[in-house]
């Protein structure tokens, strides 16, 4: 569908090497909130039992990850992604450092303002931006390679920092966490990352045939609505992410198990993410979003009906399957749908709100825990969310599909 025969295309071998360089960095950044969520119930019980309490600081943390992209994606493009990425990574091993501090607000400011807004924030948004620019034919299977770096990290870690957590501690996984992904990312991030191609004048769906307008509408409601459409769609995409590891302990799962089904979860998203980038190549951005959205919705009632260990991890394998190619799916629809060169904000912004349902979801399922003793209200709340997200992108799919003859 995005084929461009016969234009210039900026993609070349060096292209797919700068594309697994920002996996790796980013398999090695997300790696850190998940310490907290792998020892979710050993931080509660320091909280007065409450999950809230580290749900919240997980939370923070994905609140920092959005707000931070739309800052350090400014900063990026002033002083350039190789230096914004190595502060990032001292800014990771600073909030893990302090998050192990035993007070409250050290592990929310630890987690929210140093892991997620100066750290990952500084990474990931960042990274959709910069690796864009690298590609122009292959743009979407080139975003959903590198989104993949958060479910690689969900696939890696969990195990392994359930077992580092019960021979050391939360809070020596921490420091030496911190201090692995400095050791990694700084090497990479100096070696590796240097300025991209220019983009030929007609670069890949950067044109637009009415520059006042989208699908007939003014461009800010369309991106508006893509904005609510990806808080709505990462409450549910967040709460078995957030909580899949407690869910079976409580149902009397061992926890290496927990975090084993966490792995699947991921690991099954990393894999079909690819598959998905494939997709959203050839039907686009949008069409993309409401399918994966309608395979998570299906999932995701699933969970609330599945109880036994085996049903949790086929349960869990699907929903991995089916929600991982939405967020890249998202950002190919705002590169197809508004000017490249609005890029550098509006997909920092449309990560904020993703972040931010990201955040809402995990921490609602905690509340919802602690006030009822079970997550089945929680998934159910998850499931409704889904439905709003489903009807704002079918809108939008029906508005996309319907007017392009009268825009012609």
């Not at 990425?85 to 893990?96: N, P, T």
Request: glycine residues 12%; hydrophobic residues 55%; aromatic residues 12%.
């Amino acid at each position: 569908m995005h084929d461009r025969i016969g234009l210039p295309s900026v993609e070349t071998r060096s292209s797919w090497i700068i594309a697994t360089v920002l996996l790796v960095i980013l398999a090695l950044s997300f790696g850190a909130p998940w310490i907290t969520i792998v020892a979710l119930k050993l931080i509660a019980a320091e909280s007065e039992g409450l999950r809230a309490v580290p749900a919240l600081a997980t939370s923070l943390a994905w609140l920092g990850f959005g707000s931070g992209g739309i800052a350090m994606g400014y900063v990026a493009e002033r002083i350039g992604v190789r230096a914004t990425v190595i502060i990032g990574a001292i800014m990771i091993c600073i909030g893990l450092a302090l998050s192990t501090g035993g007070e409250t607000w050290q592990l929310y400011v630890g987690q929210g303002l140093f892991v997620g807004f100066f750290g990952v924030g500084a990474m990931n948004a960042p990274f959709y931006v910069y690796v864009s620019r690298w590609f122009d034919r292959r743009r979407g299977s080139a975003l959903a390679l590198i989104s993949s770096g958060s479910y690689v990290a969900g696939a890696i870690w969990p195990p392994i920092f359930e077992r580092a957590v019960a021979y050391a501690g939360w809070r020596q996984t921490m420091l030496y966490y911190g201090l692995l992904q400095v050791a990694v990312i700084v090497p990479l991030a100096a070696m590796f990352l240097r300025p991209p191609p220019k983009l030929p004048l007609l670069g890949a769906l950067g044109a637009m045939s009415a520059p006042d307008t989208v699908m007939g509408w003014p461009p800010n409601l369309v991106f508006a609505l893509l904005g609510a459409a990806g808080i709505f769609c990462c409450i549910p995409m967040a709460i078995p992410q957030a909580h899949l590891p407690a869910f079976c302990s409580d149902l009397g799962i061992l926890a290496s198990h927990g975090a084993a089904m966490l792995s699947v979860l991921l690991g099954t998203a990393f894999l079909s993410r690819q598959f998905w980038g494939w997709v959203a190549d050839r039907v686009g951005g949008l069409e993309t979003v409401l399918t994966g959205s309608a395979c998570q919705m299906i999932a995701m009632t699933a969970f609330m009906l599945t109880q036994d260990e085996v049903g949790l991890f086929t349960v869990s394998a699907a929903f991995g399957l089916g929600f991982a190619g939405i967020i890249p799916a998202y950002v190919l629809a705002i590169r197809e749908q508004f000017p490249a060169s609005q890029a550098y904000w509006r997909i920092p912004t449309f990560l904020l709100c993703s972040g931010g349902g990201m955040a809402m979801g995990g921490w609602l399922a905690g509340v919802l825990y602690d006030h009822f003793g079970t997550y089945a209200p929680a998934f159910a709340a998850g499931v409704g969310a889904n439905a709003i997200n489903l009807a704002i992108v079918g809108t939008l799919v029906f508005r996309h599909r319907s007017p392009s003859p009268r825009l012609a």
